[in-house]
């Protein structure tokens, strides 16, 4: 069964356009003031995903298919030009969106058995949100908010609230006395800290290597500096983007595109400092090949 209006995604007229490397595939397309954005909201109310509804382990691309925005209610068969608009609309820049979408279009299509090794490099013509999970590609161990997928319940696709609970005691107990509680950078290098050892005890077939960990850093990167800002993110708005995947009312995309140079700053940080000086790491070092 699917979600009532399943097939409907956004339709708003462009404010602004964006061009870029593989223009003529992506050509117009749009940002949002906060303002159309709220708009846009309106029209693209929230509803949960369906029983029969695909869903991904990401929960950016759940939350925009929760609203029907780019990304159809049911999560199924969205293609290359709506995965692009909607990195527009979330501040990536044309030529880094074009990139991520051409390459993720190629990573996950499964070619036939008889095709040959050129098949290898074409592209898929529509995706599925659950075809996200496949365990090895861009999902990978250790993630903030799901399993593994290699053990119990062999799920790393659903959030786990547990570990959003975990994320959200972190923020809590760090900033005590303030006014407005965020889930911060900090919070941040603790929870994959710990979810990395939880890990390493827990999973025989744990595999978290450099590719792992820096996608890990740039995840984390979007978590704190597109769904939140400057490196982080409002405990209201963590719990409605991770655990409900739905857009909060006061939340709207960042208003300039993000600055690729400092995009990379911020990740090389996050991944070295998960790294750094850390005695629960380096106690369990023995697990290493
Ligand atoms: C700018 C837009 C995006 C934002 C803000 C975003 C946000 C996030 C966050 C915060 C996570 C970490 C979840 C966790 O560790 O529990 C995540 C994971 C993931 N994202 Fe996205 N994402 C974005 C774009 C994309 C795109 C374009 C794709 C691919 C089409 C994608 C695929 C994934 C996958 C497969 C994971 C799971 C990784 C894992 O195993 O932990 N994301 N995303």
């Given amino acids: 069964m699917t979600s009532p209006s399943s097939q409907e995604t956004s339709n708003l007229p462009h404010s602004s356009t964006s061009g870029g490397f593989f223009a003529n595939l992506f050509s117009r397309t749009q940002r949002y003031s906060p303002e159309e954005w709220k708009e846009l909201l309106k029209s693209h109310p929230y509803v949960p995903p369906g029983s029969g509804d695909a869903r991904s382990p990401c929960p950016l691309l759940n939350t925009f298919a929760n609203h029907g925005i780019s990304i159809p209610r ?14 527009i609309i979330m501040g990536v820049k044309s030529m880094l969106a074009s990139l991520v979408v051409t390459s ?4 996950y ?31 990978h161990d250790v993630s903030l908010t799901r399993h593994d997928a ?8 659903s959030v786990v609230p547990e570990l959003v609970q ?6 809590q107990t760090s900033h005590l006395n ?9 919070n941040y290098f ?23 960990q820096f996608l890990s850093a740039a995840e984390a990167h979007l978590l704190l500096h597109l769904l939140g800002r400057n490196d982080q993110i409002s405990l209201d708005h963590m719990n409605l983007f991770l655990l409900d995947e739905r857009f909060p009312d006061n939340w709207h995309p960042i208003d300039r595109p993000l600055s690729g140079l400092s995009a990379i700053r911020t990740i090389i940080r996050y991944y070295r400092r998960v790294r750094q000086t850390n005695p629960m790491l380096a106690a369990s070092k023995g697990t290493e090949s």
Wanted: charged share 20%.
């Fill in 104 to 107: 993720v279009f190629v990573m």
């Fill in 190 to 212: 603790h929870h994959r800290k710990s979810r990395w050892l939880t890990c390493i005890k827990e999973n025989p077939y744990l595999h978290y290597s450099f590719i792992q």
């Fill in 109 to 139: 299509r499964q070619p036939a058995p008889n095709s040959t090794w050129r098949d290898s490099f074409r592209s898929a013509s529509t995706l599925s949100l659950d075809s996200l999970g496949i365990h090895g590609l861009l999902e």
């Fill in 74 to 87: 049911n999560g199924r068969n969205f293609t290359k030009r709506q995965l692009y608009e909607l990195l």
């Fill in 166 to 171: 975990q994320m959200a005691t972190l923020a």
């Fill in 178 to 186: 303030a006014e407005n509680i965020v889930f911060d950078d900090e």
């Fill in 150 to 157: 290699q053990i119990a319940p062999y799920d790393a696709v």
